[in-house]
């Protein structure tokens, strides 16, 4: 997210080099679905696909789960399209289908209660790790004789410790940093006398000491590449924000949210708990990705999502903080059961507790022709090197490799400009273990309430995969899940253009596209249909 950016000015302090937005400049309406050659924009080319491959042509509706932090299912433009469990979508609260989950109309709730009170908050998964380790290994040596699987236990600790510490460090001075700036900021904003502040504005103004100068750097060099005071303040609130939950909530051992619930956490394999309340106290990220996938493309407000033919259906799994992977492996088996062929997984970790879990749920998908779309994270790092959870890699119970999912879709980010900066900053990348890339830098899309905002992130680059994948399934059923992640990774736009990426020493390096995924590229919905067309005639020559 923007605030990202932020921190780094901080952790400079004196040389503030960033900017709140990926670009100097502002996008197209529509980005991401439109064409490079057409639009000059680098989208996927899903208006060039709608005009010139799929008019007139018969769709069938098809299911994709959202497992996200919930969904807003009476927003404007998604309204239409969420899913609706016909056999049980009264609430009499009566098992009408006989599924374990009560009156699941639009799906499933794993983070509340039969009381309908539900979790916000939660920790970092390497806090709840480290809260449950510590008092088996603060005090051990790295000397102490120990037997196999417990050096091994061991030494993740270790590298959990190190992990959390720094992560403490981060969100300590985030925190400190935030407040400070927003504080001083306020303070300027009140001496100018205006709400809503412009550049010239803050160039007139005489500092007061050298916090305010340094605010004022800040601010002049994001009012230069945007002038937007509202929207840099907003971000700077969220930046505030973040690292007071993370300090209150993701790093704090003292607190776990688990007994809301009321599950028997320690049972991996229990399936039936939660609620129905799909949308939960903060549906903003769920609603988002939503949209991306399916908002209604033919109703004049609002946004165009990808695919014109879906119904979305609702897991409410991630909380403000790292989702549980008992919750994750439940959705996933949820979403199958009830019939879904494609699954967004706008979320990740550094660290997995019942990894295990959440591989036979994804064998489960892979089993029943499901297709799975997640987003790499957004760290700036390269997941080959650094795992992100979940992934598509199936492990033992000595987390050694046993093979992996095929039908998975790992999703890195980018902006508009075919340029060094088309690969998004915060984008984590992997020539092995990122898949594609997709627009996921300032995309215009559906927020709680019927209102829109533009956000960032591989959580937004996902469901455009998400949604292409649903297009490409709706319009030619017969095609199986595997087969359609193949068209998608065939039908990629190449790029030659050479990207920014962090290095591991923390410096700034060109590289080929090729080493920041496996097919080097970017999706293209106009390529992946004429593929898929010419696929499905095949298929039918064959019978």
Not at 380 to 409: C, H, M, T
Request: aromatic content about 8%.
């Amino acid at each position: 997210m923007a605030f990202h950016k932020l921190l780094k000015a901080f952790l400079i302090f004196l040389l503030p080099l960033f900017s709140f937005g990926q670009a100097k400049d502002t996008p197209p309406a529509n980005w991401f679905n439109l064409d490079y050659e057409q639009d000059g924009v680098m989208g996927i080319s899903t208006e060039k696909a709608y005009e010139l491959l799929l008019k007139d042509k018969k769709s069938t509706p098809v299911v994709v789960a959202v497992i996200d932090g919930g969904v807003d299912v009476n927003h404007e433009d998604l309204k239409d399209i969420i899913w609706i469990n016909e056999k049980d979508s009264a609430s009499t609260g009566d098992d009408a289908d006989g599924n374990g989950y009560i009156n699941d109309k639009y799906g499933w709730n794993f983070l509340g209660n039969a009381n309908g009170e539900n979790v916000q908050y939660d920790n970092l998964e390497v806090t709840r790790l480290v809260r449950v380790l510590e008092p088996k290994y603060v005090s051990v040596l790295p000397t102490t004789p120990m037997d196999g699987e417990e050096r091994r236990e061991f030494q993740e600790y270790q590298k959990m410790v190190t992990y959390y510490a720094n992560k403490m460090q981060e969100a300590r001075f985030g925190q400190i940093s935030y407040t400070g700036l927003k504080r001083t900021i306020d303070t300027i904003v009140t001496r100018i006398g205006k709400e809503n502040p412009t550049l010239a504005d803050f160039d007139s103004y005489r500092p007061d000491g050298d916090f305010e100068k340094m605010a004022l750097r800040i601010v002049r060099k994001e009012l230069k590449d945007k002038p937007d005071f509202p929207k840099f303040y907003e971000e700077l609130e969220e930046g505030v924000t973040h690292f007071n939950n993370q300090v209150d909530y993701h790093l704090n051992k003292a607190y776990d949210s688990r007994s809301i619930v009321g599950d028997d956490y320690e049972n991996s394999r229990e399936r039936h708990y939660g609620n129905p309340d799909v949308v939960g106290p903060d549906a903003e990220h769920g609603t988002h990705v939503a949209g991306i996938i399916g908002a209604v493309r033919n109703n004049d407000i609002g946004i165009k999502g990808v695919a014109d033919d879906v119904r979305i259906m609702v897991l409410r799994t991630v909380p403000d903080g790292d989702e549980r992977d008992k919750d994750v492996a439940n959705s996933i088996r949820y979403a199958v059961e009830n019939g879904a062929k494609v699954i967004n997984m706008s979320f990740g970790k550094a660290f997995a507790k019942d990894k295990q879990v959440v591989d036979d749920a994804v064998q489960f998908a892979m089993e029943n022709d499901v297709l799975l779309v997640h987003a790499a994270g957004n760290e700036g790092q390269d997941n080959d090197a650094n795992p992100n959870f979940p992934n598509r890699n199936y492990v033992d119970s000595l987390g050694i490799n046993k093979g992996e999912a095929d039908a998975w879709i790992e999703v890195g980010a980018t902006s508009w400009k075919n340029d060094g900066d088309l690969l998004a900053s915060f984008s984590n990348y992997g020539r092995r273990s990122v898949d594609v890339c997709a627009p996921g830098v300032d995309i215009h899309s559906t927020m709680p309430g019927s209102t829109y905002k533009d956000q960032q992130g591989t959580s937004m680059a996902a469901p455009v995969v998400a949604g292409l994948a649903a297009l490409i399934r709706s319009y030619y059923p017969q095609l199986p899940a595997m087969e359609v992640k193949r068209i998608i990774m065939q039908s990629v736009t190449r790029v030659d253009q050479r990207v920014k990426i962090t290095g591991p020493d923390g410096r700034t390096m060109r590289v080929s596209m090729n080493d920041v995924c496996v097919t080097g590229g970017i999706v293209n919905a106009y390529k992946a249909l004429q593929l898929a067309a010419a696929q499905a005639t095949e298929s039918e020559k064959k019978k």
